[in-house]
Structure formats: structure tokens, C-alpha cells
């Protein structure tokens, strides 16, 4: 089935520690997304890309970094400089057209100790 | 970046009734998208509004695209328990269409 996968779902980490999200998707869409979103707050852009090996910050991408290697691909590094990293992360893609839709993961959340 | 200004932040309603949601934003906006997002899962889209003026019903759902291209509400008629959840709206910026901004969402919540 096509779709878009993130992984882990849950995730703890100690502070001072990097760690990575995973995100794929098998839709061939060229554009990928990453929100964090936390309560109240809806969603906040993180990073997108529109292309292989090309990416643009969002409204609050200090502390975290991307990659786009692969169109499939598109991880996110949440690293030990972003100073509030507890959240639900949210990654998205989005095909060529004017629909505009989005098409979400299911989320993995993040819980600092 | 580019606001989105959505209300109400949450409702609390009774079964069977009708709810109204908003969302302004001070840029015009060329696409107005609403999604629902369950607990603990990715939002979803419910419409899509590419024109203003634009009316769009996805059975008891309907939006409107406002005729000034800065607002949009969303419709629930006869509300049930399983239309609770988070509502956002959402779009792409004027100046780049791949930059995709979302309200901060309506939260619903249904009493049986």
C-alpha cells in the first residue's frame, strides 16, 4: 500500500543526546515536510524540501537538521542544541498539482528525560 | 511566518448539534484546506477550497472559501461522537506554494 511510514513511534531520549527520526514515503511525491506540533500550539513548520538535495527551514528549525538523499527520504535530527525537544513530530508529503494535500504520517513523539 | 488565526480554540457540544469554525489569516490565501487529526495519529483532509467564493460539502461537512480570499469556516451539522477531534485549517503561502502553514486548530469535543 502506498503511504508514508515514520518511525519510532515513541522515543526517549536523555538530554545532550542527538537522535533521528525516520521518514518515508513510497508516492513518488517530490515535496516532504516535518511539523512538530505541541499542545494548543497546532502545527509548526520544521523543514521541507521540495527536491532530492534541497531543503528549506521553516519557522522553527534552529536545533534540528534534515537530509534529502533519496526522494523517499527525508530524516530528521532533532540534536542536543534544541533546547525544548519534547513533542509529537509530524512528517508530511505532497505531490506535484494544485490539490495541495497533504499526506501525514503517524507521528512519533519525543520525550526528553 | 505567515499566520493563520483559527476559532474557536475548543468546543464543547451536545450530540446532534450543528458547529462553526473559522480561520482568518491577514495574507490572501489561494487554497484553504481543512483537515481533522484523531489522538495520536496525522491529520487527515476533510476539504479543499481553491477558489473564492467557493462552497464544498463532504457530506455533514461544509466549507467556504471567503469572497476577500483572507477567511475560510468549516461546518458540522448533526454532530456525532466520532467527529471529535482537532480541526485545522490550512494553506500555502501566497509567495511559495510548497510552504504549507496550519492553524493552531479547533479543538471538538462531543457529548453523547
Known amino acids: 500500500d502506498g503511504g508514508i511510514t515514520q518511525s519510532p513511534k515513541y522515543l526517549f531520549r536523555k538530554e545532550g543526546q542527538n537522535v533521528t527520526l525516520s521518514c518515508e514515503q513510497n508516492?513518488?511525491?517530490?515535496?516532504m515536510y516535518w511539523y512538530r506540533q505541541d499542545p494548543g500550539q497546532g502545527l509548526r513548520l520544521i523543514y521541507y524540501?521540495?527536491?532530492?538535495?534541497?531543503?528549506q527551514k521553516g519557522d522553527i528549525a534552529e536545533g534540528y537538521s534534515v537530509s534529502r538523499e533519496k526522494k523517499e527520504s527525508f530524516p530528521l535530527t532533532v540534536t542536543s542544541a534544541q533546547k525544548n525537544p519534547t513533542a509529537f513530530y509530524l512528517c508530511a508529503s505532497r505531490g506535484q498539482g494544485h490539490t495541495g494535500e497533504l499526506f501525514f504520517g503517524e507521528g512519533s513523539r519525543l520525550t526528553v528525560l | 511566518g505567515q499566520q493563520l488565526n483559527q476559532s474557536p480554540q475548543s468546543m464543547f457540544i451536545q450530540e446532534g448539534e450543528d458547529v462553526s469554525m473559522n480561520c482568518t489569516s491577514s495574507s490572501i490565501f489561494n487554497t484553504w484546506l481543512w483537515y481533522k487529526q484523531d489522538p495520536g495519529e496525522g491529520p487527515v483532509l476533510l476539504i479543499a477550497?481553491?477558489?473564492?467564493?467557493e462552497l464544498t460539502s463532504n457530506g455533514r461537512l461544509t466549507a467556504q472559501f471567503g469572497i476577500t480570499r483572507k477567511d475560510s469556516f468549516l461546518n458540522i451539522s448533526a454532530s456525532i461522537p466520532s467527529d471529535v477531534g482537532i480541526y485545522f485549517c490550512?494553506?500555502?503561502?501566497?509567495?511559495?506554494?510548497?510552504?504549507?502553514?496550519f492553524g493552531a486548530g479547533t479543538r471538538l469535543t462531543v457529548k453523547p
Open positions: 477550497l481553491y477558489k473564492a467564493g
Open positions: 490550512a494553506g500555502p503561502t501566497p509567495y511559495n506554494n510548497n510552504d504549507m502553514r
Open positions: 524540501s521540495q527536491i532530492v538535495n534541497d531543503f
Open positions: 508516492l513518488n511525491h517530490d515535496a
